[in-house]
């Protein structure tokens, strides 16, 4: 089985060729009338960590609010809190940071709903059949609209090795105690020595790290935000690829599938292929993209248009003048040259065995 991916590049002489026209024209050559009056359509995005700004632009955002609103259904722009405590913990400084970086209604032309509530507990459990969940904990909003538009920036991640739409699926639709699900098998190990500067302790938000001959952490505590890692300036802390992150990927995998269940045939992905930086837009900073901008991809198949995506990064020369540290040449896989300790496509191997899609796609020009 095949599943069709629809491409536009971001080539352009013309005000037909614009990208919001390339929006508009693959929305509906890829979905046509998949919504109706009826419909409550969520239009699942990423705002963006205050201080990043790689995210996909709410200029880019208004073209497919703008189709959906062609149809006469309702639709809203939507994320849900994060598990780490940045700028987009609660609804009230998540919405703050969503307009701070370009969000308005004037500019997206839709309303902001936050789907999981002010703390994170607006939540529907979900029936799953995976080898680690029976069942998953997602956003109230998201899984009571009655369609849902998955737009994904496509970049590199440092857990997952690289982030699209299964991850927005997985993460971006989970509440924060389905997040804790996903990342509790893999917390943060020792392995380097402590100088005792403290300041894993200082960023820690639930006092899970402490200072006892050295470095310690309170696993039962410890919710895996990462924080205690991200600002280690010693490397003191370290995870065991091998054995927790495979199993977070597969985690991670079986929320997808819950998140897409929800929606049967009413579920749309489109992917941006543009400023491919190699973290994730949850850091507060945006580092230098690792390959040349591509361009937008639109299916209905999640694990396609992942794989296409994926494919299309790899068949670009690197950039040297970025994190990429090795693997610059055409077909050389860009996101293990970033994150050498992450196989990416292993997300695409076992959502497929999920059902949740076929990596074997047909690329449509458009």
Same mark, same amino acid.
């Given at each position: 089985?095949t599943a069709?991916?629809?491409?536009s590049?971001?080539?352009?002489?013309s005000?037909?060729?614009?990208?919001?026209?390339k929006?508009?024209?693959?929305?509906?050559?890829?979905?046509?009338?998949?919504?109706?009056?009826d419909?409550?359509v969520?239009v699942?995005?990423?705002?963006?960590e205050?201080?990043n700004d790689?995210f996909?632009?709410?200029v880019?955002?208004?073209?497919?609010v703008e189709?959906?609103?062609e149809?006469?259904?309702?639709v809203?722009?939507?994320?849900t809190?994060?598990?780490?405590y940045g700028?987009r913990h +609660?609804s009230?400084?998540h919405l703050?940071?969503?307009i701070?970086?370009?969000f308005d209604y004037a500019?997206s032309g839709a309303?902001i709903?936050i789907?999981d509530g002010?703390h994170?507990?607006n939540q529907?459990?979900?029936?799953?059949?995976?080898k680690?969940f029976s069942?998953v904990?997602?956003a109230?909003?998201?899984?009571?609209a009655?369609?849902?538009v998955?737009?994904?920036?496509f970049k590199g991640?440092?857990m997952?090795?690289?982030?699209?739409?299964l991850? +927005?699926l997985?993460?971006?639709?989970a509440t924060?105690?389905g997040?804790?699900?996903?990342h509790e098998c893999?917390k943060?190990?020792?392995?380097?020595d402590?100088?005792?500067?403290?300041a894993c302790?200082m960023?820690c938000p639930v006092d899970?790290?402490c200072?006892e001959?050295?470095?310690?952490?309170d696993y039962?505590r410890?919710i895996?935000c990462?924080?205690?890692?991200?600002?280690?300036? +010693?490397?003191?802390?370290d995870?065991d690829?091998?054995?927790?992150?495979?199993?977070?990927i597969?985690?991670?995998m079986?929320?997808a599938?819950?998140?897409?269940a929800?929606k049967?045939?009413?579920?749309c992905?489109?992917?941006?292929?543009?400023?491919?930086t190699?973290?994730?837009?949850c850091?507060?900073?945006s580092d230098?993209?690792?390959?040349?901008d591509?361009?937008i991809?639109?299916?209905r198949?999640?694990?396609?248009i992942d794989?296409?995506?994926?494919n299309?990064?790899n068949q670009?020369?690197?950039?040297?003048n970025?994190?990429l540290?090795? +693997?610059?040449?055409?077909?050389?896989?860009?996101?293990?040259?970033v994150w050498?300790d992450?196989?990416?496509?292993?997300q695409?191997?076992?959502?497929?065995g999920?059902?949740l899609?076929?990596m074997d796609y047909g690329?449509?020009r458009v």
């Amino acid at each position: 089985m095949t599943a069709d991916v629809y491409f536009s590049d971001f080539r352009a002489r013309s005000r037909d060729e614009n990208r919001g026209m390339k929006i508009q024209r693959l929305f509906d050559t890829a979905f046509g009338d998949v919504f109706s009056e009826d419909d409550v359509v969520a239009v699942k995005v990423h705002f963006g960590e205050r201080g990043n700004d790689s995210f996909v632009s709410p200029v880019l955002v208004r073209y497919i609010v703008e189709k959906i609103r062609e149809s006469g259904a309702s639709v809203f722009l939507t994320d849900t809190n994060t598990l780490y405590y940045g700028s987009r913990h +609660n609804s009230v400084h998540h919405l703050e940071t969503a307009i701070l970086n370009g969000f308005d209604y004037a500019v997206s032309g839709a309303p902001i709903i936050i789907a999981d509530g002010l703390h994170g507990k607006n939540q529907r459990t979900v029936r799953v059949d995976g080898k680690h969940f029976s069942e998953v904990k997602i956003a109230g909003d998201i899984h009571d609209a009655s369609g849902m538009v998955v737009v994904s920036h496509f970049k590199g991640h440092g857990m997952s090795g690289f982030g699209g739409a299964l991850k +927005n699926l997985a993460m971006g639709c989970a509440t924060i105690e389905g997040k804790m699900e996903q990342h509790e098998c893999a917390k943060p190990i020792i392995r380097g020595d402590c100088t005792s500067c403290g300041a894993c302790i200082m960023e820690c938000p639930v006092d899970a790290v402490c200072l006892e001959d050295g470095v310690r952490i309170d696993y039962e505590r410890c919710i895996a935000c990462m924080n205690c890692l991200d600002t280690c300036e +010693n490397q003191v802390f370290d995870l065991d690829w091998e054995k927790d992150i495979p199993e977070f990927i597969e985690r991670m995998m079986e929320y997808a599938m819950g998140a897409a269940a929800l929606k049967g045939d009413r579920i749309c992905y489109m992917n941006f292929l543009m400023n491919i930086t190699p973290d994730c837009d949850c850091v507060p900073w945006s580092d230098q993209s690792i390959v040349p901008d591509i361009g937008i991809l639109a299916s209905r198949d999640p694990v396609a248009i992942d794989t296409a995506s994926y494919n299309l990064v790899n068949q670009q020369p690197g950039h040297r003048n970025s994190l990429l540290e090795k +693997n610059h040449g055409v077909g050389e896989d860009k996101f293990r040259g970033v994150w050498g300790d992450v196989d990416g496509t292993l997300q695409l191997r076992y959502a497929e065995g999920l059902g949740l899609g076929v990596m074997d796609y047909g690329l449509i020009r458009v």
